[in-house]
C-alpha cells in the first residue's frame, strides 16, 4: 500500500494555474508523537529536487521557495492527512515532477532530508 499519494498535475499554459493534492496514510501518524508534516518537492531534469513548500500542523506558518512565493498556497486538512498546494501564475520554470512528503514533526521540515515518506510524483508542465 501506498502511504503518500500525489494527484493533479498536468500540462498549462504560462499564466495558469493547478491544484496538487496529496493523501497521506494514517499509518504514518497514528500511535505516534508529534505532529504532522507535509511537503511539497519538485526535480526538473538535470537539476537537484529542491523544496517548494511545507506546512505543519503545530501551528507555524507554511514555508515556501522565495521562488514560489505569492504564486503557490499549500493548505492541510489534518482530519484527512491530505494536503492541496494551489498552484497560480505558473511560469515555464515551474516544470517538473512534483513530489509530496509526510513525516511526524515537532517543528516545520523545510529539507528533503527531513522527510521519511514520499510519493511517486505528478508532473507538471508548463508552455510559454
Known amino acids: 500500500q501506498q502511504q503518500v499519494a500525489e494527484s493533479g498535475g498536468g500540462s498549462v499554459q504560462a499564466g495558469g494555474s493547478l491544484t496538487l493534492s496529496c493523501a497521506a496514510s494514517s499509518d504514518i501518524y497514528d500511535g505516534a508523537e508529534g505532529h504532522k508534516c507535509m511537503g511539497w518537492f519538485r526535480q526538473a531534469p538535470g537539476k537537484e529536487r529542491e523544496g517548494v513548500a511545507a506546512?505543519?500542523?503545530?501551528?507555524?506558518?507554511?514555508y515556501y521557495a522565495d521562488s514560489v512565493k505569492g504564486r503557490f498556497t499549500i493548505s492541510q486538512d489534518n482530519v484527512k492527512n491530505t494536503v492541496d498546494l494551489q498552484l497560480n501564475h505558473l511560469k515555464p520554470e515551474d516544470s517538473a515532477m512534483y513530489y509530496c512528503?509526510?513525516?511526524?514533526?515537532?517543528?516545520?521540515?523545510?529539507?528533503?532530508?527531513?522527510?521519511?515518506?514520499w510519493g511517486q510524483g505528478t508532473q507538471v508542465t508548463v508552455s510559454s
Open positions: 512528503a509526510a513525516a511526524r514533526c515537532w517543528y516545520l521540515k523545510r529539507y528533503e532530508v527531513e522527510y521519511e515518506y
Open positions: 506546512i505543519y500542523s503545530g501551528g507555524t506558518s507554511p
